[in-house]
């Protein structure tokens, strides 16, 4: 086992637009991102609890040609409206660093 | 058609800055034109509410005057597009003084056009009443409330305003809120350019520097057009593209990295190739554009929220921290009766208090639950119609939260360590955004109105 922490690169939030955010998961070699992108771990159900959202409100993407895989989901609120904690969405990623991937 | 067509995107945000050394490098490539985005909505509602940039007017003036001087000593156009970070009319005529101020000390003379995106409620109910408008993403349908309650609210312009800007004989052209790659796709798709490749190059240069390695934030970016592909280099010759760097920025600040959507389709990088040049450069092909069958425009609208009021301060005391959720609600509850009291009822305002080192960041998202930190940092805000009701709201909610007793309590003193005196904040009135929305329009040029300026 690993964590995602330990498996990518760089793993990043950010807004897409004022009503999504959307988080990067990319990789340095493409044995791992493989590994990563083919465990399973990564699917709405674990997405939707992580972000307390519902899973068809998740959208999962591989994107092969830069060993990268895109999540985005609902923000809690729309940028800068009360209640709001992260007006650029930048600090949304804690909760998948810890998540493990099977050897 | 020409073999090819060159562009310089200066920079991924005008006032954000790029390298001299870079820029001059970028100028001696044979350039078409330079251009720069000057937009995003990244900083939240408050600026295109408050119609000012969240970059100085220094800082602008600077970028500005570098690349006019560049565009006018080449002779090529130079385009700058959501001009002062929204588009809207007072950040436009702010970056339009700018540059007006920069032509006079300078003695420039040349012709430019200024393109408006605010968009009038008048103009809203109309296309709301024909359903015209529909949500952009998870935003609840428009009303006509919706459009009343607007304090501004801006459209996103396609490629046809800066063409018909350029026909019009503009050498400048100054545009409101436009898409990021409108900016850059206007150009090469008038010479006939094949729009996948053109909107795609667009899509990676309007960040500028984002697509270098190293980062340096600061390089200017060069984007070159062939019939069948494109190249990407940056313009500082210390500095390069990787084929991953490039393939990899589609996904930045996008729902998908394969289907981008423009005003009138959407780009497609499923069968896009990416391809190491040269050290430096990278060469991809292969990008589809498939056009819509209707003309969609995206609002931005925001409405006023209210007056917000801030307060900052510690805790320390470990029988505090353990309770302090508990504490919070108790202190909520002290709050609304005492404003009560002053006449203020519980729907003339919006307590709320974010509480760094549990869940500051994440809030109900906030996965981690039992941690036990030695401090944690308080942020009490308040949101009310008008400034003096905020600021009333904030001294009982100070008061409650320094004063309240709690089971255990040994340092009676106060609860709190509150850094400033004064330890209230008014930071003004805030702004929400209300409309993220498309608009669907007929003729591409209808909600633009472009001013032709003489220099």
Redesign the interface.
Known sequence: MATLSELTSILRS???????C?L?L?FDDVVTYERVRDSGVINPELIAS???VSQN?V?I?P?D????I?V?V?R?V???????????GA??H??LLTVEIPD | MNDSLSMMATTGLLGYGFGEEAFRHGLEMDLDFIAADAGS??????YLGAGVPFVSRKAIKRDIGLMLEGALDKDVPMLIGSAGGGGSAPQVALVREVIEEIAAERGYHFRMAVIHADQSKDYLHEKLRRGKIEP????EDATPRTIDETHRVVAMMGVEPFQQALRNGAQVVLAGRATDASIYSAIPLMRGYDPGLVWHLSKIIECAGAVAVPKSGQDCMIGILKPDHFLVVPAHPDSRCTR?SV??HT????????HLEEPDGTVVTVD?T?EQADERTVKVAGSRFERSNRYTVKL?GVRR?GYRTVFIAGARDPGLIAIIDDYIDLCSERVRQQVAALDIGEDQY?L?V?VYGKS??????E?VQDATPHEIGILA?V?ADDEETSKAVMAKARLALLHSDFPGRKCISGNLAIPFSPSDIPVGQ????NL?HIMEIDDPLEPFPIEMVDL
Do not use: C
């Open positions: 950010k807004n897409a637009g004022a009503l999504l959307t990067d990319m992580l972000y307390h409100e959208s993407i994107y040609v830069a060993m990268a895109k985005t609902p809690l729309p940028s800068g409206s009360f209640g709001d904690t992260d007006v650029y600090q949304q804690g909760p | 909505m990244d900083p939240g509602p408050h952009l993403g998870p935003i991953m393939a990899a996904l930045y600040e996008n729902p998908s990295p394969y896009s990416y931005e929220a919006k709320n974010h500051g960041t994440m809030a109900s998202r996965p805000e949101l805030t702004y929400e955004f993220w």
